[in-house]
């Protein structure tokens, strides 16, 4: 009989114990269901208030991208940089300084920018000051700058699709990815 006794007291702490396990089991699960709901709601807040505080920032960041890469075509670059009174050597060393400084004010815009077209960019720079420094070597120092525009122009035109136009294209098509 004392066998029956404890199975009968195990039966009765077992009738208060597993009710009691699947209340908890069910208030736990429902507790980590809805503190994970809460923490996705906040996450999704915080990136949509990130969002709208990075997307000005963002298109500002393409728009001088669009104009770095504008300012450094060979035509643009040679209407702003040559004078009358240069010679080859000075408009060499002006364009190479005015691509730098171009490049060195718009280096931070990478944050906001794919590596993918921040590395075209890049590409465009160096193939410019690349285009130059070939172009000048094929010049006398003393002779008119436009002796070197010229060339550069027309180096510049044969190819159909220069870096610059691959980094402008990398750009847009980045913008229309994130922007519509």
């Not at 195990?10 to 980590?32: G, N, R």
């Not at 503190?35 to 996450?43: A, I, V």
């Amino acid at each position: 009989m004392g066998d029956l006794g404890g199975f009968l007291k195990l039966m009765e702490i077992l009738k208060i114990a597993i009710p009691a396990v699947i209340v908890f089991l069910t208030a736990y699960l429902l507790l980590d269901k809805m503190l994970k709901n809460d923490e996705k709601r906040r996450t999704f807040e915080l990136q949509k208030e990130n969002n709208s505080t990075l997307t000005p920032i963002r298109l500002r960041a393409y728009e001088r991208l669009v104009l770095f890469l504008e300012r450094t075509t060979p035509n643009s670059l040679l209407v702003s940089v040559v004078k009358p009174e240069m010679n080859c050597m000075l408009l060499h060393a002006k364009l190479l300084e005015t691509i730098r400084l171009e490049y060195s004010h718009n280096i931070a815009q990478q944050v906001y920018v794919s590596d993918k077209v921040w590395e075209n960019i890049v590409t465009a720079k160096e193939s410019l000051i690349k285009l130059i420094n070939t172009c000048a070597a094929t010049c006398n120092a003393n002779e008119p700058a436009t002796v070197l525009a010229e060339k550069i122009i027309q180096l510049y035109a044969v190819n159909e699709d220069t870096p610059t136009e691959t980094a402008l294209e990398a750009l847009k098509e980045e913008i229309r990815k994130y922007f519509g």
